[in-house]
């Protein structure tokens, strides 16, 4: 079982940068692939960037490719997603996401956090 807490949401202006944080429990989170998801409101959900256990695979969708870095840090069951050059398509509801497999599809992933709010203003 891993619960995943995201925090590091907020508002930001167009072209700004924020910094998400998952923190996960389990002893098991080593080896666990993380990942984050989005929605925008009605919108479906959308993949942004995933990285495996050990941190030297990373996936990312073609709409944050250069602007976004995922990473983590298995001795702080901690995962990151840093966001550079924000945008206002940018806002929706980011998700972290924990599953053994790593993968771009949102019904590989077993765990979710509760979502937290980014939204950048123009």
């Known amino acids: 079982q891993v619960q995943l807490v995201e925090s590091g949401g907020g508002l930001v202006q167009d072209g700004g940068s924020l910094r998400l944080s998952c923190a996960a429990s389990?002893?098991?989170?080593?080896?666990?692939?993380m990942g984050w998801f989005r929605q925008a409101p009605g919108k479906e959900r959308e993949f942004v960037a995933a990285?495996?256990?050990?941190?030297?695979?990373?996936y990312f969708a073609d709409s944050v490719k250069g602007r976004f870095t995922i990473s983590r840090d298995n001795a702080k069951n901690m995962a990151y997603l840093q966001m550079n050059s924000l945008k206002p398509e940018d806002t929706a509801v980011y998700y972290c996401?924990?599953?053994?497999?790593?993968?771009?599809?949102?019904?590989?992933?077993?765990?979710w956090g509760q979502g937290t709010q980014v939204t950048v203003a123009s």
């Open positions: 996401v924990a599953d053994p497999s790593l993968s771009r599809y949102s019904s590989s992933y077993a765990y």
């Open positions: 389990g002893r098991t989170f080593s080896s666990y692939a």
């Open positions: 990285i495996s256990w050990s941190g030297d695979i990373t």
